[in-house]
């Protein structure tokens, strides 16, 4: 089961960090991605990161540079750092995992098994 956490309402140009925890999953050796669902929109990939002897991350253009997702090892923990919020931030974000995903699905919401109840970023101006 997955747990997103961290959403609230920020200013734009403010900073953010969501947080995924995992109880029966152990991210060390999954490939731990974020998607968003803004409102009347589809839900779309922000970034992932792959298991612990990987590590390769991807991240949508949209968000290279702003974004960061890490790994904490020690918490069963994936983080996705967010910076210089911008209105066109706010969306519902989902935290996804699942193992054995090649390179090319990381940005794919189909190759993720399991997903969270998501947390609601809302940026205002």
């Known amino acids: 089961q997955l747990q997103a956490s961290g959403g609230g309402l920020v200013q734009a140009g403010d900073s953010l960090k969501l947080s995924c925890g995992a109880s029966?999953?152990?991210?060390?050796?999954?490939?731990v991605a974020w998607f968003r669902q803004a409102p009347g929109k589809e839900r779309e990939f922000v970034a992932a990161?792959?298991?612990?002897?990987?590590?390769?991350?991807l991240y949508t253009d949209s968000v290279k540079g702003q974004f960061a997702i890490s790994r904490d090892n020690a918490k069963n923990t994936v983080n996705l750092e967010m910076n210089s919020l911008k209105l066109e931030d706010t969306a519902v974000y989902y935290c996804?995992?699942?193992?054995?995903?090649?390179?090319?699905?990381?940005?794919?919401?189909?190759?993720?098994?399991?997903w969270g109840q998501g947390t609601l970023v809302t940026v205002s101006s």
């Open positions: 996804a995992t699942s193992r054995s995903i090649i390179d090319s699905s990381m940005n794919n919401n189909q190759a993720y098994a399991y």
């Open positions: 029966g999953l152990t991210f060390r050796t999954a490939t």
């Open positions: 990161i792959k298991s612990y002897n990987n590590n390769n991350r």
